[in-house]
């Protein structure tokens, strides 16, 4: 991995612009490296790379070759697991724990398409007489990733590892304010053996290096991970030139608590749903929705736990690490200021760990309990370690409260009432809903996704698969 250079080819080359950007570590807010800042003619070049790829050395491979290049990619993901961990944890700023948890997940994705890509067929389908008819499950060509900061190593392996499984070359845009760990495993790419040119990283600026591979019509289907508001510009652009997208964006997720529930076992998780990564996750279980008979305890309870929490420097074991960036902190400090100035009680808050960097983009962890239902903190993604605490009064108030935000991504039910457990599952508007646990302890097998301003398009398990690829039907007329 070589410093300010896009890896393009199979080759580590500079930016046509000759430009870089700095990179800040956000526990310190000290710049400590600086990437590459890439333009349309960088992408133009990796499009380029990409195809030569696809129609040449990688697309050549048979579907068992890919899938052991991708087996060999993935031990030596586990091999540099430390390495690569300690190398987001500097750059996201998340507590080593969880950077380490992710860089364990990157193997598992590499490790579970790798052992798909060969099980990706189509079906024969019953015709009229005279003739057998048949669909066969071809990659796009050249797939583009846009890629966020929070979870660069998760978020680059669910999209990138399925879409070679399924035969692409890719192209990747990772965001500029945390690229470092997606670098990384292109030259690891290399070295595990796949075809110069079947992956390639630029990095820049979303409007310029993110709009350039978005807008290019040499990409065949684009897979963006982001805000809701940019993953619309992108679908547009895309539409220009006819590309599909998988748009995966925010969400405001609600954690669902009912009287009867198992509370030891529901507080350990609606606490990590929210300061996992700070907050700053798309699934994040922002909203803990209660029903009125425990609220006043519940909240209670959440609120010490709250008051007890450290926000502090990544590669440390704080309960959660600084926000992305400056303007993130500012964002998240503004809903709490709003929060406060509109009456809303602050029903437990954390504090900063002494000796955190004075310039880190550290942020409280705050609990808000009483939210009203219109209000912006109870609708808007924050993304940070915000929690909003609202009572319900019964079954169909909790579904409407549920359902009441333009988002669908995730939703936890914490109840022990069997037929109540299926009713809600099936009422709330979620791309995935879990029963008396939140995130299932991320599956890469579990399809993930959403609906309304959380996007459309699924990723990881065997589902993800199928937007990767085309579907085409062969109709055989044989007498
Ligand atoms: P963002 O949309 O600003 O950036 C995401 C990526 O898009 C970055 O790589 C960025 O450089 C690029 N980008 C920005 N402008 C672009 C443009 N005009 N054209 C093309 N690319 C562009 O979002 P963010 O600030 O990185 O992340 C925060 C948001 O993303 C939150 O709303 C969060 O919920 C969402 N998110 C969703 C998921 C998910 O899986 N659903 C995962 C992570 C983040």
Known sequence: MEEAKHFVGGEWITPSSRETIDVVNPSTGQVFTRIARGNAADIDAAVSCARAAFEGPWGLLSAAEK?????????LVTTHRDELAELEARDTGKPLREACADAAALAR???????????????????????TVLTVREPHGVTGHIVPWNYPMQIFGRSIAASLAAGNACVVKPAEDACLSVLRMASLAAEAGLPAGTLNVVTGYGDEAGAALARHPGVDHISFTGSPGTGALVAQMAAEHYAPVTLELGGKSPQIVFADADLD???PTLMSAILQNAGQTCSAGSRVLIERAIYAPLVDRLACAFDALRAGPGQTEADCGPLINAKQQQRVAEFVALARRDGIRV????????????SGFYQPPTLLADVPRTHRIAREEIFGPVLAAMPFEDEADAVALANS????LVAGIWTR????????????????VFINNYGAGGGVELPFGGTGHSGFGREKGLEALHGFTTLKTIAIRHG
Do not use: V
Not at 110 to 129: C, I, M, R, S, V
């Open 67 to 75: 899938g052991r290049l991708l087996y060999r990619l993935s031990a």
């Open 109 to 131: 994705y590499f490790e579970f398409y790798a052992g798909a890509a060969d099980k990706l067929h189509g079906e024969t389908l019953p015709y009229q007489n005279g003739y």
């Open 265 to 267: 076992a529901a507080m």
């Open 347 to 358: 029903a437990g808050q954390g504090s900063i760990l002494s000796g955190a960097h004075p």
């Open 405 to 408: 935000t333009p988002y669908g």
């Open 417 to 432: 009432d069997g037929a109540r457990q299926f009713r809600l599952a099936r009422s709330i508007r979620a791309g995935q």
